[in-house]
Structure formats: C-alpha cells, structure tokens
C-alpha cells in the first residue's frame, strides 16, 4: 500500500530534550516535506527536499533540521525543543511532474512541549 | 511573497445542496493548485490537482477551476452529504528560495453538512 508513515504519532517532552520525527515513504518519491499546523495560523512548511541530499527552507524552519540521505526518509530533527513548537506536524511528499505533484501526506504527529 | 486566502473560513449547508468553495492567491506565477479534504485530527487527503495549463478537474461530485490569471480557483461540490463534512484546503505550488518550489496553503474552509 503506497503510503507515508509518521513516527512517532504523539509525543510529550519536555524543553530542551532532543527528538527525531521520523517520516518515510514507499512510492519513491522525490520531493518531501514537513509542515506545521497550528490554529489560526493553517499550515505552515518548515523545510522541503526536491531530492537526496537537497533541502531548503519553508516559512518556519527555526528550531528546526532535517536530512536527507535516501530518498525514502526524511527526518524532522529539533535539537532543543521550547514550548512554542507544540503543535501538530505532517510529513508529505509527491513524484515532480510539471511542478509540485500530487502531495500525500503521513497522518500526523502531535508534538506536546512542557 | 505568496498569500493564498480562502472564503468562507466556515459553511453550513443542508444536505443535498450544491455549493461552491473558494480559492484566491497573490502570485499568479504557479505551477498547480491542489485542493485537499482534511478530516478532524486527521491527514490530508489530495481531491484534485489542476496544473498551471488547464482550466478545471473533476472527480465525481467535485470540480475544480482554476482562474491563473485573476488568481482565483473555486472547488464546486454537488448534491452535498454529510460524510462531505470536513475542512478543505488549497495550495498553490510556487517559488521558493533557491529557487526551488514549494506548497502555500490557505487557511481552509470547515464544511457542515446537515442531515
């Protein structure tokens, strides 16, 4: 089943304690991305990748890394999370075409900073 | 810098009904426009993908339209039902820095469809 799967789904931590969102996609797919969701403000992207080993800033990338060593998977790293990151985050990607493809998304994984 | 906007933030309609939801963006400069349903604590879910060239899509009860060059795409959803409750959303596919592309959504519009 083609998909893309978020790891982990919720998450409470505490400030300053470094995490990993892990994301990954089986439809072999260049482009990748994470986004926030937050209330009011809709979705926001932190960091995109068109490809292995290329990434480049969205609208919210402070606080925030990612890598991408392999096409597949596409990590969202916050090395010293505040309380201002909770929120809920997805990872999406699409196959290029003339543009942006169609984007599928992973289900979410809401981020609780204390 | 692109803005994509989205009225009415809300709509409740009864079942049955045929309505039309809107879309406008600053930058006509886009490769596509993508309209998406997002269930309550859910994912998104991809309806239509209208690329820069063409006019509209449809998909079952659902056509879109695109407008490039007033900046205007409208999702139209006819004969209405219940499980269309959701919030739906657009993105456009623009230019970001690098010189890369990138997705801007709106902001959504949370549907009601009443039994």
């Known amino acids: 089943e083609a998909q893309v799967t978020q790891n982990p789904r919720y998450l409470i931590t505490v400030t300053g304690k470094k995490l990993t969102v892990t994301c990954s996609q089986n439809?072999?797919?260049?482009?990748m991305s994470w986004y926030r969701q937050d209330p009011g403000l809709g979705l926001r992207q932190i960091y995109y990748s068109m490809n292995v080993e290329v990434t480049d800033k969205g609208d919210v990338p402070e606080g925030y890394k990612v890598s991408r060593k392999e096409k597949r998977n596409f990590p969202l790293i916050l090395e010293s999370p505040s309380p201002n990151q909770t929120s809920l985050y997805f990872c999406?990607?699409?196959?290029?075409?003339?543009?942006?493809?169609?984007?599928?998304f992973g289900p979410g994984t809401r981020l609780t900073v204390t | 810098k692109q803005e994509v906007t989205q009225i009415p933030a809300a709509l409740s309609v009864p079942e049955g009904e045929n309505l039309v939801l809107n879309c406008s963006f600053t930058d006509s400069a886009i490769y596509n426009l993508q309209w998406f349903r997002q269930d309550p604590g859910k994912g998104l879910t991809s309806l239509l993908l209208i690329q820069s060239s063409q006019r509209e899509q449809t998909s079952g009860r659902l056509n879109a339209s695109l407008d490039k060059s007033s900046g205007r795409s409208t999702l139209y959803i006819a004969a209405s039902q219940p499980g269309d409750s959701a919030t739906y959303l657009c993105a456009v596919s623009s230019w970001g820095q690098g010189g890369s592309e990138k997705l801007v959504f709106g902001k959504g519009t949370k549907l009601t469809v009443n039994p």
């Open positions: 439809m072999n797919h260049e482009y």
């Open positions: 999406a990607s699409s196959l290029p075409s003339t543009g942006i493809g169609e984007q599928y």
